[in-house]
């Protein structure tokens, strides 16, 4: 089950990466970097940083397989897709959730300080989409609008406070992704967003 | 051999950078990092993403040797290059091969499956390019015009398939290159290239 | 002693991001990532590039709390900041110093041959700003203005040279990161630079 999230997921991001480099007019190259770079760069930063290597996707062949799929649904359908924003705001919705969680696993597995898995799971939730943004030259969106990393934040101090009460890991993964799932879905229909701070 | 080929791509990928970098009005310090980076970016990536570290060009001084000597030569004769611009041309050819063939090579030291060994090889031979566009505050100019990472891909595939037919290592590499560099050339010579995907 | 002195340039160099992202007008999150890579940035790369993981920071709490500290300082004081460019100028300088010598210590501790340890060295003062300067959207600062790279370079051949000659490894220490920092502080009172190389 979280697996197929997980997928889901990766998918999810690979299709944004997409749509955004085609957005950019790239080649059908430069789009499947950007789709392959989205999808797994978070996941990629952190297993280097913690030292699991070879990183994730080269030891399971499935991520490789969706993010293609991801990517000829991304070109074949893109005309369409704007029909489907909703379909899929929710998935890059889930992929948020199950990323921070499996990033916050991953440092709870190295033996690494709660603040540093939280830490991780951010990375894994929103490096990514970082990357993605630096490829395509712009600031990272989540620097400046949405409040997409705040959120892996406040799901991964969410995670920690009930892990205290020996919840069952079902449980723990369940309520945690859907209050992330939750915050993200009022924040964009209540329109919440950071202030930019400034020096003047 | 081939030991020498990869220290000729090594230092034809340090003078594109370098006369990158020199367009873009650097310092000299800058020209160099982005000498040093172009050149081995891509070989960096891949190791630390497959988990041989310290990196390869840590262990083999040569390679920092060469791409000083690339640097001086890019900037001593950086008035002369435009009449070099077809030996350069070569030159950063028979690297795009080269840089292939041994990125597919550390996959199956590794015993990555195909797939990875095909990533990584293009990785190896793209990636150093892509950072410095990156570093130059560009899109990189291989997910725009240039099929760059096409050939790396297909040079990939062709190895794997050669591997079946169980041909000796140097014959095998041989071919492999020889189609990479032909490819390349036609492309370059009949302007092959690839559309942009853009959304409407 | 040194420890202190590693946790000052680290606090220097978070604010120095963050000054930077506030004034791309960034929101508190971006300006958070900024300060945080600005100050683990060059760290981070080095212990990834030779194996060192999880990296520094991961093990090490103090430097994530010394960070978020020059967060909040940087937010603050915002307003007051500019009253303060000498005492932040300093700090930065003993960062520069300080980061290199960790740079070198790290290279000789992994039995790397003295250029890559100098290499080491310069990645560590150098490689934040860097990154600071892509997540900002614009070509690294390093590259094109200051002397800064110069000097971690200059500091380095020094240390190997005083070496040779056997001193005690404080005072060692203590000579070259004195002598970078008089550099530096000579460089911007006399308006040393680097002049542009370009090709015309």
Known sequence: MFYLLDIIGTMAFA??????????KLDPFGVFIIAFVTAVGG???????IGRTPVGWMRDLNYVYFIIAGYFIAIIFRKKLDRLRTSLFLFDTIGLGVFTLIG??????????????IALGTMTACFGGVTRDILCNEIPVIFRREIYATICI?????????????????ILYLITSCVMIAIRLMAVKFKWYLPALNQK
């Open 15 to 24: 299709l944004s990466g997409a749509l955004t480099a085609m957005n950019k």
């Open 43 to 49: 996941g990629t930063l952190r297993d280097i940083m």
């Open 104 to 117: 916050l696993e991953k440092g709870l597995d190295t033996n690494l300080h709660p603040i540093i898995c």
């Open 154 to 170: 406040i799901g991964g101090i969410l995670f920690f406070i009930l892990k205290r009460w020996n919840l069952d890991n079902d």
